[in-house]
């Protein structure tokens, strides 16, 4: 009787090619980041939405210097001029860097190319955020300039009057507005749609609001911590007390938090066309 002894075949040991693909990671995060941050100056439209930040904000310091009286001329009026409009451009941005996908038809190829939507999706926060301090900064400086020249033609001396913490819960606040149009262009994906629903949750909501709270004693009290715009407002005036931080956490929990979990759910399970 013979016996048969079984061997188990080994592997080849792996070539170096084969070891050099299995060394290729996921696409770094930077570099989608970066795709995103190109994407946002590609178009047509969005090289102008960029370019209205430095546009408007040339033009707001330019009617402070001409129409505002000489000791109006301080930094805090040119920066609440330049944020006006800064109010209304981050919100779209924000609102479009998401949208895009949708409205471009593109979110098939980006979506193939990089299939975790949680990482596009990520990259494209962080790519709107980075948008919304640099905007930021640059109306600084524009702001500044601003200052200096407006006071120089007036014969008057600069007045810096917008602390170093102020001007950080400014761009906060700013960011805030920016991200807020993030969360309805995640709910929404639909630019016309997302931009309708903000301009009537900035301009048609607040007077309601604000006209309830005063009728309603029990509204007045209670609107801190339901009225988002109301509670981001102390972020603009440069002081914000303990409550207040309170309020903007409820407020943006109910408004921004809830609706930014729904919407990143809605798309990270929805059909791509």
Do not use: C
């Amino acid at each position: 009787m013979s016996t048969t002894v079984l061997t188990t075949a080994r592997p080849e040991p792996a070539t170096s090619e084969e070891r050099s693909r299995r060394a290729v990671g996921r696409i770094p995060l930077s570099r989608i980041v970066g795709v995103e941050l190109r994407k946002m100056f590609d178009t047509r439209s969005g090289f102008w939405l960029m370019a209205s930040i430095v546009i408007t904000s040339v033009l707001a310091t330019a009617a402070i210097i001409v129409f505002a009286p000489d000791d109006q001329l301080t930094f805090d009026n040119f920066a609440a001029a330049i944020g006006a409009p800064m109010t209304v451009i981050l919100p779209m941005i924000g609102i479009l860097a998401v949208t895009s996908e949708w409205s471009q038809r593109s979110g098939l190829t980006t979506f193939t190319l990089v299939p975790h939507r949680g990482r596009v999706l990520g990259a494209k926060l962080l790519a709107a955020i980075t948008v919304g301090v640099v905007a930021m900064f640059i109306a600084l400086g524009v702001g500044t300039l601003g200052t200096l020249v407006g006071s120089a033609i007036a014969g008057v001396d600069p007045v810096w009057n917008v602390s170093a913490m102020h001007f950080t819960l400014i761009v906060l606040g700013s960011v805030l507005g920016m991200l807020f149009g993030f969360m309805l262009g995640l709910v929404i994906r639909n630019s016309a749609g997302a931009i309708v629903t903000y301009f009537v949750y900035t301009l048609v909501l607040p007077p309601l609001l604000g006209l309830l709270a005063a009728n309603q004693r029990w509204f007045a009290d209670l609107q801190p911590s339901v009225d988002y715009n109301f509670a981001q407002r102390p972020l603009f005036d440069g002081n914000v007390s303990s409550q207040q931080w309170q309020h903007l956490a409820v407020a943006g929990a109910l408004w921004f938090l809830l609706p930014m979990a729904v919407g990143l759910r809605i798309v990270r399970r929805a059909e791509v066309k």
